[in-house]
């Protein structure tokens, strides 16, 4: 290969490498944002005149939601819903609405970084075991 012929190959490969990255033209792919929150869902049974909680933790600042969804069979029946801080024990409740089954939150809360607990209580309308299910939504 001569002379000329090896300048003119490096001076295409250098235009190529370099033309390549300085204008793209290629269509973006969209990225997906990573999520803000973080669903769970607590059910269990209640028995008449008890108590059921769950802990979970929060590892980044922001609200806390808290719904009663299911009461069953006695789905009209207003229970005792909590939000409170765990101390590696017990469920301390801190924020407490008695509310019916319903499709929107009935506790939002501001938190902090830290182990909380989300607590169900039958405040004496239970005349028998009823299954309920809680969403507790939390920040990431």
Do not use: E, H
């Not at 808290?66 to 069953?72: E, M, N, T, W």
Request: with cysteine; hydrophobic share 40%.
């Amino acid at each position: 290969m001569t002379d000329v012929r090896r300048r003119a190959c490096a001076w295409l490969l250098i235009a190529a490498l370099t033309g390549a990255g300085a204008c793209s033209n290629a269509p973006t792919v969209p990225t997906t944002p990573a999520p803000t929150s973080q669903t769970l869902i607590f059910s269990s049974r209640l028995t008449t005149g008890g108590v059921a909680w769950k802990q979970f933790n929060v590892t980044a600042t922001g609200n806390v939601t808290i719904r009663l969804a299911v009461l069953s069979p006695d789905d009209t029946l207003v229970m005792r819903l909590s939000l409170g801080s765990f101390d590696g024990t017990t469920c301390t409740p801190t924020n407490v609405v008695d509310t019916p089954t319903g499709d929107d939150p009935q506790l939002t809360v501001p938190v902090t970084i830290g182990r909380y607990c989300v607590q169900i209580s039958d405040i004496g309308n239970l005349t028998r075991i009823n299954d309920f299910g809680i969403i507790v939504v939390i920040p990431l």
